[in-house]
T-cell receptor, first 113, second 117 residues
Framework: DADVTQTPRNRITKTGKRIMLECSQT?????MYWYRQDPGLGLQLIYY???????NKGEISDGYSVSRQAQAKFSLSLESAIPNQTALYFC????????????FGEGSWLTVV | AQSVTQLDSQVPVFEEAPVELRCNYS??????LFWYVQYPNQGLQLLLK??????LVKGINGFEAEFNKSQTSFHLRKPSVHISDTAEYFC???????????????FGQGTILTVHP
């Protein structure tokens, strides 16, 4: 089983709909992240959380919200999806040790039509 | 603030040839540096990292990178590539101060390495 699990792996949704991407981890890490990948832009940070009560905006948080339900669970929501949110989304975890090495899930493809 | 620039968006190379993927960074404080690899339809996998100590870092699959503080660079090299090295490679930086990482990893735009037979 993967250490960082994302669901769903693929989703097509309509403009204006609410969509939630879920992430769970078994690594016992305190830090969790959501990144978005677009071709030619690398990965951009949406939100990050250092523990259940600590949630921070990243570079591109507009149009997104998150919930840290437990140390092992971190969900990303698109309240009203729009087509330019079509992208590959990655959840990741890290510990403050070891230089904050980040471990990624396998990604969730989201298409907004 | 921190930023990363990967100088080549695509690098084509023939099998068994050497390759260098270039990465420059900027940060007002000390940094940790990383290279990640993404194979088609997969997530990102850590290739190697520089935290401290020797500036030459060896990673998996025969890759190595050299941290050059004066030139703010962290170029990735492999002396002889294989077809299986075809992937997208990402350079990333994490800043720290006072012994504590700020916890944000900033990525470059990625370099697509294509190895031809």
């Amino acid at each position: 089983d993967a250490d960082v699990t994302q669901t769903p792996r693929n989703r097509i949704t309509k403009t204006g709909k609410r969509i939630m991407l879920e992430c769970s981890q078994t690594k016992g890490h305190d830090r969790m992240y959501w990144y978005r990948q677009d071709p030619g832009l690398g990965l951009q940070l949406i939100y990050y959380s250092f523990d259940v009560k600590d949630i921070n905006k990243g570079e591109i948080s507009d149009g997104y919200s998150v919930s840290r339900q437990a140390q092992a669970k971190f969900s990303l929501s698109l309240e009203s999806a729009i087509p330019n949110q079509t992208a590959l989304y990655f959840c990741a975890t890290a510990t403050g040790y070891s230089g904050n090495t980040i471990y990624f899930g396998e990604g969730s493809w989201l298409t907004v039509v | 603030a921190q930023s990363v620039t990967q100088l080549d968006s695509q690098v084509p190379v023939f099998e068994e040839a050497p390759v260098e993927l270039r990465c420059n960074y900027s940060s007002s404080v000390s940094v940790y540096l990383f290279w990640y690899v993404q194979y088609p339809n997969q997530g990102l996998q850590l290739l190697l990292k520089y935290l401290s100590g020797s500036t030459l870092v060896k990673g998996i699959n025969g890759f190595e990178a050299e941290f050059n503080k004066s030139q703010t660079s962290f170029h990735l090299r492999k002396p002889s590539v294989h077809i299986s090295d075809t992937a997208e490679y990402f350079c990333a930086v994490s800043s720290w101060a006072g012994g504590t990482s700020y916890g944000k990893l900033t990525f470059g735009q990625g370099t697509i390495l294509t190895v031809h037979p």
